[in-house]
């Protein structure tokens, strides 16, 4: 148990508050030997031209002492992804329209997902001026988020002792750990609008703002929790739940005597089970681990055709939060530990983890989006690139579309997308470990028997079945565009959804054995989920999802929807196979 280490190691670290657990370097993992990428450096400052430049209390800081690395030259020199061009563009169109960072003096109360009637708790923040555009300082040491299940005893009391004292601070400072918890609260319940647009809700959820609001909301956090405990180089620990070693609750997380415990929790979820990705309920551990690294290597490569399939469809100003679509990775693993770890047994309504509202009073919530994190840093810079050669989006929409947060100084910032796409920029990278799902793809289909056995003649056409209610396995045909192989996409239309309910469903094609349990085959093609939420003015929401076919096909392929949800919750409009345009080319 955690606290058998923190009265051994106490004293030490009281004596030391600055002290930080040496990073580890294991063995070079496999992302390294496909992306030849040499060691980052630990001291970087991601400025060509080093100046003294003044902080948001006008405090004019010192020179890095450093050498200082343009990340441009560094990602040329290692086969990088994005060549000699710039990470992103930052030429404003003429007509970009970017959401806007919330007006706090019009937030509203958020709405219980159940009954749509307003929540007992005010997730509003404290109002205070002046709001400064915030400025990321020089990178003087670069932080290293550690590995959950691979930290010390001396980081474990460090990590409590901060998130103690976080608890401890008064009730209206905005660094309080429940004033922390309701920023997750605000911006996904429907307690902001978009400025300028009368009633419409503001959501960070189902879009291309999915990675860039967390990335912003852990660096913030993750610089109070080192201020409070007085040690700048403090790093959030990420639960590495796409290895095999790291597929159960971190330890340090289950120690009731810990600040870092929640007991809202699924009690049959704690170690040693093995987080199911897939939520197959299958209780062969082996089969749910392979299948863990089957949704990762789908997420994750095989099934993205352009970077909105990773990242989530756009979202601008003035448009239908209900009406967006979240990327590959955010409504896969990242859904599926929200829903595996929230208690839907004993709480009403999934608490804490399993409810947008709730989820960032678990401790845990950091920890898991940590992950979230390194995942949009690895698809960044370290994968493969010849499925998507070009991982940028330069669409000023996005790249000018502002959050507001407070800082470690309890000062009210306004931050944009283009200033948080580099991690090593925002000063922290991620303990080196091993991934064992880059190499998991599914063994191929083997030939034409498989169409013949998944039985085209006993599977109805698409046509006759759509509208779907999907409350049940369903089986049907869909023609494709051109006979045999073709960069294709299977695209499935109109998902209405009940925003209440934590729902998911996969997608199979050509499923010869029928045993949804297994995702570990070519048959697999991905999946939807959800977790549950409420906006102010409506409880549905309808977005589709564009799942890339990999395998060779004739003219037509047999899909199977095999529901995870209990109940009704989910109608899909149509289903249909398009054409991938052709990828361009990297930096053009």
């Known amino acids: 148990m955690t606290s058998l280490y923190l009265s051994s190691v106490a004293a030490a670290i009281s004596a030391t508050p600055s002290s930080h657990p040496r990073p580890l370097l294991p063995k070079p993992s496999h992302f390294i030997t496909h992306a030849k990428r040499t060691n980052r450096l630990h001291h970087v400052s991601c400025s060509s031209t080093p100046t003294a430049p003044q902080n948001q209390n006008n405090e004019t800081t010192k020179k890095p002492t450093a050498k200082v690395v343009d990340r441009r030259n560094m990602l040329v020199g290692m086969g990088g992804l994005y060549g000699s061009t710039t990470l992103a563009s930052t030429t404003p169109s003429a007509t970009a329209n970017p959401i806007q960072a919330p007006e706090l003096t019009k937030c509203g109360t958020a709405t219980n997902l159940n009954n749509g009637e307003k929540l007992d708790i005010n997730c509003c923040p404290p109002i205070s001026d002046p709001i400064i555009d915030y400025k990321l300082p020089p990178v003087f040491q670069m932080k290293i988020r550690p590995s959950a299940h691979r930290v010390s005893p001396e980081y474990m009391f460090k990590f409590n002792t901060a998130i103690d004292r976080m608890k401890r601070l008064p009730k209206d400072d905005p660094r309080n750990f429940m004033q922390q918890a309701n920023i997750h609260c605000a911006y996904c319940n429907g307690a902001y609008d978009q400025p300028g647009q009368g009633t419409l809700d503001l959501q960070i959820h189902n879009s291309w703002l999915f990675f860039p609001f967390h990335r912003w909301y852990l660096y913030f956090y993750e610089r109070i929790l080192g201020k409070l405990i007085g040690d700048p180089t403090f790093a959030l620990p990420f639960w590495n739940w796409d290895n095999p070693k790291g597929m159960t609750m971190p330890p340090m997380f289950v120690d009731p005597k810990s600040s ?41 490569i095989r099934g993205n055709s352009d970077a909105n399939d990773f990242m989530g469809q756009a979202y601008r100003e003035g448009d239908e939060s209900s009406a967006k679509a979240a990327g590959s990775s955010e409504r896969g693993s990242h859904t599926s530990v929200h829903a595996w770890v929230g208690d839907f047994k004993d709480q009403p309504s999934g608490e804490d983890m399993g409810n947008f509202y709730s989820a960032g009073r678990d401790p845990l919530f950091y920890c898991h989006h940590a992950n979230v994190d390194r995942m949009w840093t690895l698809w960044q810079y370290f994968l493969p690139s010849n499925k998507v050669p070009d991982k940028r989006i330069t669409d000023t929409d996005f790249l000018n579309t502002a959050f507001l947060f407070y800082d470690e100084n309890a000062q009210l910032v306004r931050v944009t997308v283009k200033d948080c796409l580099d991690n090593l920029r925002m000063g922290y990278d991620f303990e080196r470990i091993d991934l064992p799902w880059l190499d998991y793809r599914p063994p191929r289909q083997s030939a034409r028997a498989k169409i013949n056995r998944a039985s085209s003649a006993a599977a ?96 037509t392929i047999v899909v199977t929807l095999v529901p995870r949800h209990q109940g009704p919750g989910v109608t899909i409009g149509g289903i249909k196979i398009v054409e991938n345009p052709p990828a361009p080319a990297a930096g053009s």
């Open 260 to 300: 870092l415990y929640d007991k809202k929790r699924n009690q049959e979820h704690l170690p040693p089970a093995v987080v199911d990705l897939g939520l197959t309920n299958s209780t062969d551990t082996l089969q749910v681990v392979a299948n863990n690294l089957t949704i990762m290597y789908s997420e994750m």
């Open 460 to 555: 109805p056409k698409a046509a006759t079945l759509f509208p779907l209610t999907l409350d049940g396995v369903v089986r049907f045909q869909v023609d494709k565009t051109k006979k045999g192989k073709a960069d294709e996409s299977l695209v499935l239309e109109d998902i209405k959804v009940d925003t209440t309910k934590l729902l998911k469903f996969d997608v199979f094609v050509n499923d010869e054995d029928d045993n949804p349990g297994e995702l570990d085959k070519a048959a697999y093609l991905g999946t939807y989920a959800q977790v549950p939420h409420k906006s102010a003015n409506n409880n549905s929401s309808t977005s589709s999802i564009k799942l890339k076919l990999t395998e060779l096909y004739d003219d």
